[in-house]
Each structure stands twice: as structure tokens, then as C-alpha cells.
């Protein structure tokens, strides 16, 4: 009986990791960020609303504004130059002073990339993974912000290549990111596989470039989407891979 080989046990040879909230922990380190902003700005006082209020706030414009980057609906000069005013306008802080939220917002751009937090089990997992596979990540968030947060977070030594959107001139879920990704790492769609938490760019985004999928989804929310694989934790990638 012939023995197969050791590399058919591992159908890929390649993985694609999206970074925020796969890898590095964004709701942790924007979080953090908030809560240093709130302080220094004094916002308890200038802006009559609580530290709770602020992150929640954040969270839902912030949501809203990347989905409609996602979508090519607006830049991300916009998206920066928007962010703080309609998170303040909708805790009802209209009145602050339109230079001070500039400023606010430059330096939550300034200060979150230098946060390390990542999600459990990330470095373990891409431990893990570096001897048997070349790793890559695929992003569509900000090429000056990314680099900063892999190296923030040391995670940059697990990759070979960083596939930016804005180096691809494609974001996810165009096929084009994932075209221009394969063209870069010399590999066809079969050997690869894209683990990322956001059903839209990552998962549709792979289907359309036909690669095959690892959901992370920790919340466990439900959906109609057929994927190849759904994990709700990191160390789950050790039972596929
Ligand atoms: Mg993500």
C-alpha cells in the first residue's frame, strides 16, 4: 500500500490572515485608546457624557463608517476626517470645538497602532503554523497603520507577505486583493486558505477569488453562508490546519 505523502495531509501551503479583530484586537486596543482620549480631553466634563457612552458610540459610527469604506461608498480621508464628529454629534457634543476633535482624532489615529493587544491564542497559533505554512495577511485597513500594529504587537515576524488594500488597489470582497495577493506569493487559489472575522470582506471576498474559508466568529452569530470552515476560537485552527 503506498503512503501518502506528508504534504497531502496539508492541502495548502499558504494561509491568508485578515489583522483586526482576527489577529490583532482591535475592539481591545481602540477600547484603551478611548479611555486615554475621554481623560485627556476631559470629556466627563467638556462633553457631558460617560467613558461607557463614548465607546459604545465609537463602536456603532465606527462600525457603520468602515462597512461603507468596505464598499467603496467613502475614502478613508473621510472616513478619518468624519469619524470623531459624528461620534460626538451623537452623543450630543455637537459644541466642542471642531479643532480640538481634529486633534482628538488625530491622535486616536496616532496612538492606537501603537497598542499590543492581540486575540487569545494568536501568537500560539501562528506558532504553530510558521514551520508548515507560508503566512500572509490581507487587510483593508490603513498601510501606515498596519505595519505600526504589526510591529506593536510582534506579530509582524509570522508573515511573509502584507497584502494591503492600498498597495492591491483592491479591497475585500473584490476578487482583486486576493489576485493581486496570489500573484505576489507565486501560488494558485487551491493552495491557500483566508481566516477572517467578518463574513463580507473575508469570507465573500475569498468565495469570489475561489479560496476556501476559515470563519472566526466569536460571538458565534448566526448566518445562511456556506464556508469551508467556522471556529469560534483561535486554538480551533489546530484541528483544521
Ligand atoms: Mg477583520
Known sequence: MEI?????????????????????DYEVNSREVLLELYTHYDLKILGGFTDKMFVRAFKDINDQLWDQYNHGKIDSNSLRDKRFMLILASLGASHLD????????????????GKKNVIPHAHEILRYLQGHYQLHIVTNGFEDMQYTKLNSSNLYRYFDCIITSEKAGSKKPHPGIFEFGLEQIGATTTECVMIGDNLEADIK?????NIDQIYFNPLQKTHQEEITYEISCLSQIKEIL
Not at 501518502?4 to 490583532?24: G, S
Not at 471642531?98 to 492606537?112: D, F, Q, S, T
Open 205 to 209: 471576498g475569498a468565495q469570489n477569488a
Open 98 to 113: 471642531r479643532k480640538l476633535v481634529k486633534e482628538m482624532g488625530n491622535n486616536y489615529l496616532a496612538w492606537c497602532p
Open 4 to 24: 501518502a505523502p506528508y504534504k497531502n495531509l496539508r492541502p495548502y501551503r499558504h494561509i491568508f490572515f485578515d489583522l483586526d479583530h482576527t489577529l490583532w
